[in-house]
C-alpha cells in the first residue's frame, strides 16, 4: 500500500469512528471544518511519527499541517519521506 493510500484509510476510519461516513478529497479539511477534533489529531500525529518518522518534537506542529491530505503530503515531502 502506497504512502497516501495508507493516510486515507487512517482518514477514513477515523471518521468512520465518529459516525463520519461522507466522502472526502485530498482538499477536504478534516480539523478546521470539525469534522475531526483534538483527540482525532493527536491518533493522527502518532500515527504519522511511527508510520513515517516524522518527530513533531523537532519540526514543531501546527494543526493546518494535517487538516487534509494535501496538507499531510506537503508535510511528507518537506520532511522528505520516501
Known amino acids: 500500500m502506497d504512502h497516501m493510500a495508507e493516510i486515507r484509510d487512517f482518514l477514513k476510519k477515523l471518521l468512520s469512528s465518529r459516525g463520519d461516513r461522507q466522502p472526502f478529497t485530498d482538499t477536504s479539511s478534516f480539523f478546521l471544518s470539525g469534522r475531526l477534533g483534538s483527540v482525532d489529531a493527536v491518533e493522527l500525529v502518532v500515527f504519522l511519527e511511527e508510520q513515517f518518522e516524522i518527530d513533531f518534537s523537532e519540526t514543531g ?4 499541517q494535517i487538516d487534509s491530505i494535501e496538507a499531510i503530503t506537503s508535510l511528507l ?3 522528505k519521506v520516501g
Open 77 to 79: 515531502q518537506s520532511e
Open 61 to 64: 506542529f501546527d494543526q493546518s
